[in-house]
């Protein structure tokens, strides 16, 4: 039996919970968001599995899109928290390297800064592609791998101008980090851009959007922050 907390997230989840709101935090509220619903809406899923739901957020924006959704997270106080926000919810306690759900049960499997979260890389896409209807999608938000590598090395600063700089760290080793924000701490994955792309083309999916975006609102210093670098990337991936 796996431990749900091994990688700091069962003793984080009630500081994430108070901290991410129903608005979540700068990157899902400025930056991923539109781009994922827009992808979303461009073809219409009836049916959709949100992999590392956390406590919904994304679950219950799929809902307002008549799309009939279903959450799935290992962390127990997660999916409590997700069932008392969204009391008509469909949420389960899993592991997205062993999803509790039939194959080709889904038009549409939603990965949203979950990845980074995951050890077992290439048995989460396979179960993820498994559970997905020929056709079907699967839709990726992620830190970008230059974020990753960057966060690993920590801030440094120019000494001429007091710029803060994200130098890369050792960008093609992989490797998991304890990182602390805001009361929580949990374990983040860097995997190079390569290992991603080489896992998903292994799993019967093609890649059909590719995205760095930028944010689309929010404070300005924010704003510039994360236009220093490709902060996050989205994925569109079709099932054959």
Known sequence: MRDPDENGWVSSALAWIDGVGDDGDFSRQHVLDKPMLDRIREFM??????????EGRFCRKL?????????????????????EKHPDGRYTVGFAEELPF??????LVVSYLSLIDIDQLE??????????????????????????SSSV??????????????????YLEEGKHWFEWSGLRVQ???RPLSRYMKTFLANDLTLTHFDEPEPTSG???????YERMPYLMMMEWQKR
Request: proline share 4%; with cysteine.
């Open 123 to 148: 048995n989460a896409v396979r179960e993820m592609s498994r559970v997905l209807k020929p056709g079907g999608r699967l839709l990726v938000a992620n830190l970008s791998s230059f974020a990753t």
């Open 63 to 83: 809902e307002k899109l008549d799309v009939k959704t279903f959450g799935v997270d290992p962390v127990d106080t997660m999916i409590d928290a997700a069932r």
């Open 45 to 54: 899923p009836i049916t959709a599995l949100d992999v590392g739901c956390g």
């Open 188 to 190: 983040n994955w860097h």
């Open 219 to 225: 404070l300005e210093s924010r704003i510039k922050a």
């Open 153 to 170: 090395v920590g801030r440094r600063y120019c000494k001429d101008t007091g710029e803060e700089l994200r130098p890369l760290g050792l």
């Open 102 to 107: 039939e194959d080709s049960a889904f038009d």
